[in-house]
């Protein structure tokens, strides 16, 4: 059987944010005593969104929009009690979504 580990995945607009958040995950976790992989910068999503500048007329006038999404993995390898304690108390900042798989 293999050993326990907590999965993070961060994601967010704001990378700046997301490594912060990421950061203080990191740094939270090694202080409980826990081996911890990462962060892992994945590749980050762009959506682009093109829209006419005009209603009526000028139909090759365009604006282009784009919504990029940043996305870090986080390992956390054989967490203690402790480590999820101080994890659960960890306050993050709005903007980053965050997903937990055990």
């Known amino acids: 059987m293999s050993a326990p580990r907590i999965r993070i995945r ?3 607009f704001d990378y700046r944010v ?14 409980s005593g826990a081996r911890v992989a990462g962060p892992v ?3 980050t999503k762009i959506e682009k969104f093109t829209v006419n500048r005009s209603v ?7 604006d282009q929009f784009e919504v990029r999404t940043h996305k870090r993995l986080i390992d956390i390898v054989e967490p203690t009690a402790d480590t999820v304690d101080e994890l659960k108390k960890l306050n993050l ?10």
């Open 10 to 12: 961060l994601k967010g």
């Open 18 to 31: 997301i490594d912060q958040s990421a950061a203080d995950i990191v740094e939270t976790a090694k202080r």
């Open 56 to 62: 009526h007329v000028n139909k090759k006038s365009m």
């Open 93 to 102: 900042p709005a903007g980053v979504d965050i997903s937990i798989n055990v």
């Open 41 to 43: 910068p994945l590749p």
